[in-house]
């Protein structure tokens, strides 16, 4: 198994940068696919960015738009998500997961394909 610990969430104005953290414990970190999902009041999660196991491939979301970065140390067990230009609507609780795959490039875009999931880091932006 694996433990996820997000950090970084907090208030910002609109058009500020925030880098949120994901550090991970328990089985060898680098077996994992790990993603970010988020989820806003009264929607369903949605899929924001995942990165391979070695960091060689990486995918996000249409609304991304350039706007966010995903990457990993594999030495220090965290992934990243580096979020730039924040609009409103980028608020909601984020949200890192592992998914057991070591397969060369491989990235899991489906919520439902992900056996791990942190307790979430809320990121507000005020208009």
């Known amino acids: 198994q694996v433990q996820l610990v997000e950090s970084g969430g907090r208030l910002v104005q609109a058009g500020d940068s925030l880098r949120l953290s994901c550090a991970a414990s328990?089985?060898?970190?680098?077996?994992?696919?790990m993603g970010w999902f988020r989820q806003a009041p009264g929607k369903e999660r949605e899929f924001v960015a995942a990165i391979s196991w070695a960091g060689t491939r990486t995918e996000y979301g249409e609304f991304v738009k350039g706007r966010f970065r995903i990457s990993r140390d594999n030495a220090k067990n965290t992934v990243y998500l580096g979020m730039n230009a924040l609009k409103p609507e980028d608020t909601a609780v984020y949200y890192c997961a592992a998914d057991d795959n070591t397969v060369s490039g491989a990235v899991t875009i489906d919520s439902r394909g992900y056996e791990y999931w942190g307790q979430g880091t809320l990121v507000t932006v005020s208009s």
């Open positions: 328990g089985r060898t970190f680098s077996s994992y696919v």
